[in-house]
């Protein structure tokens, strides 16, 4: 499943009222475990509506009864998959099972806000060169959550603009990929040997690759 998709599916899905039919409370979206504790299979989806009030009949009097016939401390929750109308109980070995797997629909807007941006940057970055635009491309190798190969073609870009105002920003971002992180620096570089500029390795600040004295820091190079 797609990003946007999942985010939007989300979303949709953690509007949704569902109430558990042994309390009568209104069910949390959660996300589902990795596999059905029945049977060792996924779900069939990443989300589920589940009951988390522990004062629920079902959740409350399963305690007894896993102990007398498995000798083990467990209980059930009410569990309810998307797109059904009937549910299901789910074991689970304490009280603080699920409840910190709720959905947070602010989190997710965000991500949803984020990854639209992303899409837009994206999508510019095929006239950017035509237009001499750096903001998407800047966009992009700044975003730590974007796709890994856009930002590796904004890289590239980078160096055909030509443009020595993405320095000062890429020089201050901390890249949580090495990989992408040795090919922006090596882009630097190069950006600024074909406008004949460089950094200067006392201060950093960008000077005329020719000169001998950094008008910033007086520093003699």
């Known amino acids: 499943m797609q990003f946007e998709d999942r985010t939007e599916r989300c979303l949709r ?8 039919p042994h309390c009568k409370q209104k069910l949390s979206c959660c996300e589902a475990p990795p596999f059905h504790i029945g049977d060792g299979l996924g779900w069939g989806t990443d989300v589920l509506f589940i009951c988390l009030n522990d004062e629920c009949s079902l959740f409350a009097g399963s305690w007894e009864q896993f ?3 498995y000798g083990h401390s467990a209980s059930c929750r009410y569990v309810l998959c998307p797109g059904n109308t009937e549910g299901e109980s789910m074991m689970v070995g304490g009280k603080d099972a699920f409840k910190n797997s709720e959905l947070n629909i602010e989190d997710l807007q965000r991500q949803n806000q984020r990854y639209a941006k ?9 006239t950017c060169i035509a237009e001499g635009n750096l903001e998407p491309v800047l966009y992009l190798l700044l975003d730590e959550h974007a796709d890994l190969a856009i930002r590796k073609r904004a890289c590239e870009l980078m160096l055909e603009l030509k ?14 990929n090495t990989d992408l992180e040795q090919l922006v620096n090596l882009a630097i570089i190069e950006l600024l040997k074909a406008v004949h500029q460089r950094e200067c390795p006392y201060c950093a600040e960008i000077i005329k690759a020719q000169a001998k004295l950094c008008k910033h820091c007086g520093k003699e190079l």
């Open 163 to 176: 443009n020595p105002a993405c320095v000062d920003p890429l020089r201050n971002h901390t890249f949580r």
């Open 118 to 126: 992303e899409k837009v940057a994206t999508a510019q970055l095929d």
């Open 13 to 20: 899905l953690a509007k949704e009222e569902h109430y558990c």
């Open 67 to 69: 102990d007398a016939q």
